[in-house]
């Protein structure tokens, strides 16, 4: 009898724990010391740039980005005024985006690898702050600052567009070689 219900009595903890631990609706957890909000059952219905394999499609970042960068929209039209977008930009490792500056703010969580940024009009090391996994950081409009990567890194940036981004030093855009 002891053991029946002790049997019980883990499995309703183990329920309750399961439960508890669910993904399900807009619950805010804690991941390794952040907040994050778990997204709702219908949150992910804007996913156009998957394929059929659900993974995100991956192109050429457009030619204002230094060769080596991939980019890929995952919600709205980058290029519409207005319009909300979210985009990924896949760097490897060693990427450098110099000096540059948006119109409007930039939202960008690191998704993977190791983002390094800092404000200023010229590139300096000293400057640079590192963001880690998960980490999040908000580029104010009309800012210039810039970044490295250290290994293959993956951000997530969302902003109202149009995005733009023009570069401190003309000599530094790609586009103008």
């Keep these: 009898m002891v053991v029946s219900r002790l049997t019980l009595g883990i499995a309703v903890l183990g329920l309750v724990t399961l439960m508890a631990c669910s993904d399900r609706g807009d619950n805010i957890t804690a991941q390794n010391g952040r907040s994050t909000l778990a997204a709702s059952d219908g949150a992910n219905a804007d996913r156009t740039p998957r394929a059929g394999n659900n993974q995100i499609v ?5 030619p204002i980005f230094p060769p080596g960068a991939q980019f890929a929209v995952l919600q709205g ?10 985009i ?12 540059h500056t948006h119109p409007t703010p930039e939202y ?33 409009a009309a800012m210039a600052h810039f970044a490295t990567t250290h290994g293959i890194t993956e951000v997530q940036v969302h902003a109202i567009g149009p995005f733009a981004l023009t570069y401190v030093h003309p ?7």
Excluded at 77 to 86: H, L, M, N, R, V
Excluded at 88 to 99: S, T
């Design 58 to 62: 991956w192109g050429p970042a457009p």
């Design 77 to 86: 039209d980058p290029s519409k005024a207005g319009e909300i977008f979210t």
């Design 88 to 99: 990924r930009l896949r760097f490897p490792n060693g990427y450098v985006l110099p000096p």
């Design 108 to 140: 960008v969580t690191v998704i993977r690898g190791n983002f390094l940024a800092g404000m200023g009009e010229d590139f300096s090391r000293a400057a640079l702050s590192r963001f880690d996994v998960g980490d999040f950081v908000t580029m104010p």
């Design 171 to 177: 000599e530094d855009d790609p586009t103008r070689h």
